[in-house]
DNA sequence: TTTTTAGGTGTACAGATGTTCATATAAGTG
DNA sequence: CACTTATATGAACATCTGTACACCTAAAAA
């Protein structure tokens, strides 16, 4: 049933795709009514439910403007295949809800083996504070967002507004930080103390010559 | 003048791409204030303003939704081709005349803003020899197989059959191999030398946690 | 210091846009 | 013929969206 389009559905499709593919954005659907002659927006909008239905298109919430996804070209990001986008972080900041937009420097693709479903992102590291831990700086960590951590995990924490990588490791009532450098002193934290905070895993290292 | 964009340009211009990639379609001005975590389009707006004037972006006509174009994607670069693959090597042989295929444990797609279009392999770095170059055991070194080094290339040589990563130096008459570790002497070689090839120069490193 | 630049907030408004409804036409089907 | 399907029209409406204006802040420049 998915793939038995009428040929007016068919031009639709193929008239998104090329209006995408020649302006660099959807059109809107009163532009597909135009491309097609006709007067009116609503013919094609219930062509575009149709389509909906049939699971050729998809689109974002109700009411978004241009929000075509055909579904055909999400196979071209098939083709890119184990590949993912991973936004790279220059700084992590204070008052992360999510992710702090503004520190993103760029993004990098990497092979699904490695970064898996998860939230990841990349981030830039700053001095040598790590040195220890055979992590330089300007080397990137790929960094899995998340609050559970077990015990000998490299994590990402933020203490006193700067963030830092230590080792995890929970104890009776508090949590010991244990630096990589074994000649540092461990940071013990209380679990709710609000001056820490959990940002992620460390999962992996890249590092460019 | 036209690549003269301050931080925040950059970013917003990160984040169209960033949203057309994820969602199919480009986003909207609020859409993107909202990602920013500012609570009024109005900041945004002029800042795309600033990003039409240096060029670096172009729109529809005015009051056409999400109708951006960020000049970068025009530039071709297939999305799809973004990542490539990279085979793994877990031993570099002495008689490779190319690269022994028996060794390849795996694969791995790779950013090719990271290993452009250059002939790319994965070694899988064995013993802790390269500890002082904040290397460890089981690292993979992104190596570029190339004759040509420059002074100071960090490159993987067959030295008496066996593969070391050492700095590369041209001197007089002779090659320089320097070791990571300063408290290791260098090794000289004579260009020529039967026991001694050059497999290729050191991009990067990728390491797992 | 004053001035400029880059960015941010809040409000407001006009036009763009998706959506719905009632209605119509033509083709195919039973 | 009546009935369905696919499509088109025109009007109306609720949001969405881009844009403008006034005002604010911080940092850099003059």
Known sequence: MKNDLTPKQQQVLQAIKRFHRENGY??????????????????????????????????GESGKSRSFMV????????????????????????????LAVEEREGELYLDSDWVGQEDIFLLRVRGHSMI??????????????TQTCRNGDIIIALLEEEATVKRFYKEVERIRLQ??????????????DPNFRIIGKVKGLLRRY
């Not at 579904?71 to 999510?98: F, T, Y």
């Not at 220890?132 to 967002?145: E, N, P, S």
């Not at 461990?186 to 709710?192: E, G, H, L």
């Open 26 to 59: 959807p059109p809107t659907v009163r532009e597909l009514a135009e491309l097609f002659g006709q007067s009116s927006a609503a013919g094609i909008h219930k062509i575009l439910q149709v389509l909906q239905e049939k699971g050729a298109l998809r689109r």
């Open 132 to 145: 220890d831990a055979d992590i330089r700086d300007g080397d990137l960590l790929v960094v899995q967002m």
């Open 179 to 192: 630096p990589e450098n074994p000649s540092m002193q461990p940071i013990y934290v209380n679990k709710d």
């Open 71 to 98: 579904m055909d070209d999400l196979l071209g990001e098939d083709k890119s295949h184990r590949a993912r986008s991973c936004p790279i972080i220059g700084n992590v900041v204070a008052g992360m809800p999510q």
